[in-house]
């Protein structure tokens, strides 16, 4: 190997356009309807692996109950969903298993690492990943300001954002997540911790 820079510099090409293929593919698969065939194979394949893997799974749900939820989805998937709508019936039906490791996020969107997004976002942090969150009694305070923005105060309570009120995201996702059997204690920071996700 003469020239091990130019070999270097090759793959970090290779690499680059491999992911830049891999972020678009992924972008265009989020916004894709399923197929329902396709998801109802995903149902038999995610309830089969359930009965087959998981440990102490009717612990706080019986079989028979778990069996209907399954049942119940494959009747109402009768047409195309795109993958979120899809994950959130999933996700409510594993919700019902009650064991808090259980939680299927929604997908969101990858940073294309060419193109305008290259140039718009090269040297910033995305807003979210600077702030935290905290939601109790049915309110989303802002618990951490990460940013050099001094009007955003720890404490506050957050009303809407972009006309999107917190509430209706807890409304909307409160059924894909919970904590281990009956305890409610999770599920605030949970909802907390996952809502950069849930209103993206």
């Not at 998801?39 to 209907?68: G, S």
């Not at 509430?167 to 997540?177: A, M, S």
């Amino acid at each position: 190997m003469k020239r091990p820079g130019i070999y270097l510099f090759l793959l970090g090409c290779l690499l680059t356009f491999v992911r830049c293929a891999n972020v678009e593919k992924y972008n265009r698969f989020i916004e894709t309807p399923l197929a329902v065939e396709a998801m109802q194979q995903d149902i038999n394949y995610v309830e089969h692996n359930l009965w087959k893997m998981h440990p102490d799974l009717f612990l706080y749900v019986r079989e028979d109950e778990l069996k209907i939820k399954f049942d119940s989805l494959r009747r109402t998937i009768r047409q195309p969903l795109l993958p979120n709508q899809f994950q959130l019936a999933l996700a409510s039906v594993l919700a019902q298993v009650r064991q808090g490791h259980m939680t299927l996020s929604p997908l969101i969107s990858k940073f294309d690492p060419k193109g305008k997004d290259k140039v718009r976002y090269q040297k910033s942090k995305g807003p979210f990943s600077q702030l935290g969150f905290h939601w109790q009694e049915n309110t989303l305070y802002l618990s951490k300001n990460g940013t050099l923005d001094s009007s955003l105060v720890a404490g506050s309570k957050i009303l809407s954002i972009e006309g999107i009120q917190p509430q209706n995201l807890y409304t909307k996702y409160r059924p894909t997540f919970t904590s281990d059997g009956y305890n409610t204690t999770f599920l605030d920071q949970g909802f907390g911790r996952l809502f950069p996700r849930y209103y993206q």
